[in-house]
């Protein structure tokens, strides 16, 4: 087997390819090249705003509350345009935040927020951070709710896996998008609606100028119409889904997670004879702590197990 070493943005660039590919298989080989440097150059645009939007330029300026904002409850968003904003766009709102997020986001996050707080001069438990793969953390989102707080969750971090016991798990729904699909997390909802929760849906919005990023109208997941369970779920789910939809039509380019969404299969479709093939080439590399192969003449991701 050959395998050649690619550099580390040869890499990049190969995955987000490969996964854009899945979704829009149409596009010719022009448009996802300038397709993917245009997300490149998404990226740096973003990462001029976090430096020139800190908390107190934010606290200064305090910009205009969005339609349908609630104090508490949990709010749905996702990893689209300049997403690190949205957490200072709330505090500067005076909302007391709550951000469920995974432990390697807490400690790379964590000292950042409490300087920004402090230059801003405001209370440092305005914010704290709720780590999402904590046995108790249900029970630290229903005490944020209670205390009045927001509790802020990106939906789409991380949603894709190459095993299929990830898409046969009973809190995964399966999300046509595209030509192809992914899996969003349900427990939360369920947990949510069991309790009576806020939950509502938003994201960063670029405005009618095309120069600035603004919280986009906070949509309530719930049908108040309604009092059955299964039905507001569905309405939920629904909600979810277009509010995606709306999100990627407005700049589908501006969704962060293309390079970052692992690529599965479908449950029935058969192993690729790429695996066993004289001369194919993999490529190996590896991503957030796990290893894959990546095989060039099927474009498949493969996951790299090791028996212990």
């Given at each position: ?20 590919k ?38 200064s ?13 949990i ?21 007391r ?8 986001v807490i400690?790379?996050?964590r ?29 630290k989102?229903?005490?944020a709710n209670?205390?009045?707080r927001l ?23 399966k999300i ?19 309790l ?12 009618a ?22 039905w507001?779920?569905v ?23 293309w ?25 190996p590399?590896s ?9 060039i ?12």
């Open positions: 087997m050959n395998i050649p070493n690619p550099t580390k943005s040869a890499l990049h660039r190969l995955m987000w390819i490969t996964n854009v899945q979704f829009f298989p149409d596009k010719s080989p022009e448009e996802y090249w300038d397709s993917y440097q245009q997300w490149n150059r998404n990226r740096t645009d973003y990462a001029a705003l976090y430096r020139y939007f800190d908390l107190l330029r934010l606290r300026e305090r910009p205009d509350s969005p339609a349908g904002l609630f104090q508490n409850g709010l749905i968003s996702f990893h689209y345009g300049p997403y690190r904003l949205l957490p200072r766009y709330l505090i500067a709102l005076g909302i935040l709550s951000i469920l997020a995974s432990a390697d400690a790379r996050e000292d950042w927020y409490v300087n920004e707080l402090q230059k801003a001069n405001i209370p440092t438990d305005t914010l704290e951070f709720l780590d999402a793969g904590a046995a108790m953390v249900f029970r989102i229903i005490q209670a205390s009045g509790v802020l969750v990106y939906l789409d971090a991380n949603e894709g896996q190459l095993n299929a016991q990830y898409a046969q798990s009973v809190d995964k729904i046509p998008f595209g030509a192809h699909h992914f899996y969003w997390r349900s427990n939360l909802l369920k947990f949510a609606l069991r009576g929760i806020n939950v509502g849906v938003g994201y960063l919005k670029m405005d100028n095309g120069q600035n990023w603004q919280i986009d109208r906070i949509t309530s997941l719930w049908d108040s119409r309604t009092t059955d369970d299964k507001k779920a309405h939920a789910l629904e909600t979810l889904q277009c509010t995606f939809q709306q999100m990627i039509r407005q700049d589908w380019r501006a969704w962060e997670n390079a970052y969404i692992h690529v599965y299969n479908d449950d029935e479709q058969p192993a690729p004879a790429a695996l066993s093939a004289k001369g194919s080439w993999f490529v590399f991503i957030r702590d796990k290893g894959y192969l990546y095989d003449e099927s474009r498949q991701f493969f996951e790299v197990l090791s028996k212990k």
